[in-house]
């Protein structure tokens, strides 16, 4: 028989559960970072604009028009983001994809939008107003696009078979960040277009 | 075939072409490594280092107010403004996350931390950004430098830092959310572990918060004088209370766990005080308070008092811990519960503060801020004490072998003594207003720049201490103190003796000390509640 030896001290470990959620919580606290830098730029425009008063924007024509409908885009995609993560909550794949689908197709619409009225409104860097209004923003943009990629990459996993009904983590996670650019949109739409 | 499933076995048959890759080398499997434990090693080494450096920046400063600019000329009121935020960015806060990134999912008794990658490279961000940061000081740039260029990396490093230290504190925070074992509920988590929960939203919303002032600092491509305002008006706020004392929330959770673990006792009242490191962690969220006018107000008064309740209270129950019975003289307890009382000190500055600008201000003549030197002095001191406790305390499971009780003492008295002299005697400029007076201020730096020496003394005493420790243990030496018997579960290692023998398990964590209930031999009917 083999002699076996008992290692020196005792070891004793827990024990292990499965990782619970934590492209979630991660998502969560990034999530949180992001949306606290934008608060703080918003905040900043809004209190540089206050002190120039009357002569912030005054050479450039900023139609309500334009924000208004990417506020109806971001918001719908809030209703098919939600239906994404339902789906998948009841292992329902085939609209589970079709709503990341259709989130994506609001999603590019909505960059599409910005880029309209970057060149309608034609602030440029060089004017006083132009790095705190592009800091905003463009900061947002990135972020819907970053949020766009995330997307991709759940769906993408989703394909792959990685998420169902007992791991919709991803999708969540996706969900999460989603929102949070719908939220902001929300805050920039009224502070930087609406209040103007 | 999807590209999550497996690949097929092939074998090696003769066609198969065998690429012998050479091995990596020992710097490249560092580099690359996603090991919490390498990677925290690292970071507690490095801030260390910057630690030091930090303070040699400030002592400098400090000797060139007391020979009237003579010694620095211009550049020593950038350098004593750089070594601040480096004390902040490249000390105390990355020593205190390396710790954390070490300990924390040992304690949750996790083979690894969350998101390995990314912590990975929030800690070569933050070296890469913490070494241009030293670069732009030298450059005259860094914080109120007057060289463009210069100044424009600090700005860069600065944001960089901070979006490194985020990265970390959210790997971190989601080791603690997500890698717990079975039936370690949120109520049941180690000091340490939870205190880290507690500061890691705390500081990334402030750092996020800070660098998107930095952002707007470097896409206006401001200047060295315009980037200084910058600093001035959208950063210095979080050097100031409440927001400084963030720094401060793990030394409470390290403190505790030093306590646990030397007294080998339960701690009354587990709760009480995990939500006392939890108020004290909300009452540190300062990125409210950003403007001067909000340091009026009666929402800032009510944070600066209100900090301290629980601060006295984790005071109270450890006390509570200590005098029910003999507890072995160790560096780590004395550095652990004496941080507790420089925050305190810290407290009690913004008290006053807070009594003199309250209102319409004016009770003892002092201007707005006028006291927040030696407040930010205090807390910064106190947390890199607790920090250093806490590597010395852990030192064993981080190097392999115990510090020397001697020279950690050593390191930690010189700590105590030169962050307290320091803070104190800025207390002391602030109030008596001695900048008024050339000869008064000049001595009052001069013990600055003592305190500052002191300081360093200590960071480096802790540093060789450590590195010692780290020798021992590579020499394969006989650790100082025999076998070690823990409460918590990142002491499940090398050198825990329990009466199960070899193949204890644990069945399910049933209170926040699993080794304690093994060696108990079950949960006290309190715990389990």
């Not at chain 2, 450059?139 to 210069?150: E, K, T």
């Not at chain 2, 930095?214 to 600093?231: H, K, R, Y």
């Not at chain 2, 007294?263 to 403007?291: D, E, M, N």
């Not at chain 2, 190097?399 to 020397?404: H, L, M, S, T, V």
Request: aromatic share 8%; with cysteine; glycine share 12%.
């Amino acid at each position: 028989m083999a002699e076996t030896t008992a290692p020196a001290a005792a070891a004793p470990t827990a024990p292990v559960l499965p990782r619970r959620r934590e492209l979630l919580f991660g998502t969560a606290f990034g999530t949180a970072g992001v949306v606290m830098a934008l608060v703080t730029l918003v905040g900043t425009y809004i209190a540089t604009r206050d002190a120039a008063g009357a002569a912030w924007l005054a050479e450039n024509e900023i139609p309500l028009t334009q924000p208004n409908m990417q506020l109806v885009t971001l918001g719908m995609s809030a209703v098919t983001m939600q239906w994404a993560v339902w789906s998948i909550g009841r292992d329902d794949r085939y609209y589970t994809y079709l709503a990341l689908g259709v989130t994506l197709l609001l999603g590019v619409a909505f960059v599409n939008q910005t880029t309209f009225l970057y060149d309608f409104a034609e602030v440029t860097i060089a004017q006083t107003e132009g790095p705190l209004f592009y800091a905003v923003t463009a900061g947002h943009l990135a972020m819907v696009v970053a949020g766009i990629v995330f997307i991709v990459l759940m769906a993408f996993r989703a394909l792959g078979g990685q998420f169902s009904s007992r791991q919709p983590d991803g999708i969540a996670a996706a969900a999460l960040f989603w929102y949070a650019c719908i939220g902001l949109y929300a805050l920039i739409w009224f502070a930087v277009y609406v209040q103007k | 075939m999807a590209l999550t499933e497996t690949r097929p076995d092939t074998g090696h048959g003769d066609d198969t072409v065998v690429v012998d890759r050479p091995a990596p080398t020992q710097i490249e499997r560092l580099v690359a490594t996603g090991d919490h434990l390498s990677n925290g090693r690292l970071q507690i080494g490095f801030s260390l280092v910057f630690l030091a450096v930090s303070a040699l920046g400030l002592g400098l400063a400090a000797l060139d107010r007391v020979t009237d600019d003579g010694l620095l000329g211009g550049i020593a009121e950038p350098l004593w403004a750089s070594s601040l935020v480096g004390l902040v960015l490249m000390g105390v806060v990355p020593l205190l996350l390396g710790l954390a990134i070490y300990v924390v999912p040992l304690q949750l008794g996790s083979p690894a931390i969350a998101f390995p990658r990314a912590a990975s490279l929030s800690m070569w961000s933050w070296l890469v950004g913490a070494v241009l940061f030293v670069t732009s000081v030298v450059l005259d740039g860094g914080v109120g430098g007057s060289d463009d260029d210069g100044a424009r990396i600090g700005n860069l490093s600065m944001g960089l830092m901070m979006v490194a230290l985020s990265l970390g504190a959210v790997c971190v925070a989601t080791t603690v959310m997500s890698h717990r074992p079975l039936g370690m509920k949120l109520a049941r988590v180690p000091f340490f572990s939870w205190s880290m929960l507690v500061a890691a939203p705390i500081w990334i919303l402030t750092f996020a918060s800070a660098v998107a002032h930095i952002f707007v600092g470097q896409i206006t491509q401001a200047d060295a004088e315009a980037l200084s305002a910058n600093f001035d008006a959208g950063v210095s706020w979080m050097l100031r209370s409440p927001s400084i004392y963030m720094l401060a929330i793990p030394v409470l959770g390290i403190a505790a766990d030093v306590v646990v673990h030397l007294t080998g006792r339960r701690l009354a009242a587990y709760g009480a005080l995990q939500g006392a490191i939890a108020a004290f962690g909300v009452l540190s969220f300062g990125a409210w308070a950003q403007s001067s006018p909000a340091g009026q107000t009666i929402i800032w008064v009510v944070f600066a008092v209100a900090a301290g309740l629980p601060l006295l209270a984790m005071l109270g129950g450890l006390g509570d811990a200590l005098r029910r019975g003999r507890v072995p003289a160790a560096a780590a307890l004395g550095a652990a519960v004496l941080a507790h009382l420089l925050v305190l000190g810290a407290v009690l500055a913004a008290a006053l503060q807070a009594l003199d600008t309250a209102g319409s201000g004016d009770l003892f003549g002092l201007g707005t801020d006028a006291l927040e030197a030696g407040l930010f002095m205090f807390v910064v001191s106190g947390a890199a004490l607790g920090g250093i406790a806490g590597v010395l305390h852990w030192g064993e499971r981080i190097f392999g072998a115990p510090a020397k009780e001697a020279l950690s003492g050593v390191a930690g008295a010189a700590l105590l003594l030169g962050g307290g002299l320091m803070a104190t005697v800025l207390l002391v400029e602030s109030i008596a207003q001695a900048a008024r007076n050339g000869l008064v201020a000049g001595v009052l730096y001069g013990a600055v720049a003592v305190g500052a020496a002191l300081f360093l003394v200590g960071v480096l005493g802790a540093l060789v201490a450590v590195l010692g420790a780290a020798r021992t243990s590579h020499e394969g030496s006989p650790a100082e103190g025999g076998d070690v018997i823990g409460s918590t579960l990142e002491w499940s290692g090398r050198g825990v003796a329990l009466p199960g023998g070899p193949s204890t398990e644990l069945a399910a964590v049933g209170s926040p000390y699993p080794l304690l209930d093994l060696r108990d031999g079950g949960v006290p009917d309190e715990e389990t509640k």
